[in-house]
């Protein structure tokens, strides 16, 4: 009993943490637009003068660029496409129904707290005594 006692403590706990967080990814979202920038700068400044090949260390830090991939999506218009060139459509579409049955039968529950902000003062307000 003593914790629904002091679920309103707890609640403004968990509120000035969610704030935190908030206003740090606020400012980790700003840093990493500023660095986009100045990396699409640097890109384009050694695309122009072919130093993409090249290794720049400065102090203890290396620089050079590098190529990455990506793969496409693993979903189900992914496996439509694949399956439609190999087996008829019905065959396709008992595939991936069977594939969405089982999503569907297999799906987890997961309760968690969400935050609402209230704009409206009219609204009944649960009080802390």
Do not use: W
């Not at 969610?18 to 206003?23: F, G, M």
């Not at 102090?59 to 496996?79: G, Q, R, V, Y």
């Not at 190999?86 to 065959?91: A, G, L, S």
């Not at 999503?103 to 009944?124: E, G, M, T, Y």
């Amino acid at each position: 009993m003593d914790d629904l006692n002091s679920i309103g403590e707890i609640i403004k706990s968990l509120l000035i943490i969610d704030d935190d967080i908030k206003q740090l990814s606020n400012k980790q979202k700003i840093l990493r637009k500023k660095r986009d920038l100045i990396e699409e700068t640097v890109l384009k400044t050694l695309n122009q003068h072919n130093l993409t090949e090249k290794k720049f260390v400065l102090d203890n830090n290396a620089i050079f660029c590098t190529k990455s991939n990506t793969l496409p999506p693993l979903n189900i218009n992914l496996i439509q496409t694949i399956l439609s060139r190999y087996i008829n459509q019905k065959q396709v579409d008992f595939i991936l129904k069977q594939i969405d049955d089982y999503r569907q039968n297999n799906r987890k529950d997961n309760i968690v707290l969400k935050r609402k902000l209230i704009k409206n003062k009219s609204l009944k307000r649960i009080k802390n005594k």
